[in-house]
């Protein structure tokens, strides 16, 4: 089983980047996705989650009007659009699978079964 995050970088506030979360090893069409992301000295927090048929989405007030969370399953693919981008905004950011029930908030506390390895995000001011 594989995750791996691609397409951070390095970005002026107010800029745009499309992070992929390339999946293998298992049937992504069974699976709830989600982004988090963690800046140093903080806690990891969640930034968006897509169920499995997409038809539920979640989004952390931080991002809402942002950032863009889909998925492609027939490609095995996760993308998170960030656009106007704050420094706020840096972090590395993960993309995580699992089984899991989306009813409020379970989708950022519940236990995921696969984790990506992450990738950075930096925007400058």
């Known amino acids: 089983v594989q995750l791996v995050e691609s397409g951070g970088g390095l970005v002026q506030a107010g800029g745009s980047l499309r992070l992929s979360c390339a999946t293998s090893g298992f049937t992504l069409d069974y699976y709830v996705v989600s982004w988090f992301r963690q800046a140093p000295g903080k806690e990891r927090e969640g930034v968006s989650c897509?169920?499995?048929?997409?038809?539920?989405?979640f989004y952390a007030d931080s991002v809402k009007g942002r950032f863009t969370i889909s998925r492609d399953n027939a490609n095995n693919m996760v993308y998170l659009q960030m656009n106007s981008l704050k420094p706020e905004d840096s972090a590395v950011y993960y993309c995580a699978a699992g089984q899991i029930p989306l009813v409020g908030e379970t989708w950022l506390f519940h236990e995921y079964d696969y984790w990506g390895q992450g990738t950075q995000v930096t925007v400058s001011s």
């Open positions: 897509i169920s499995a048929s997409s038809d539920t989405i």
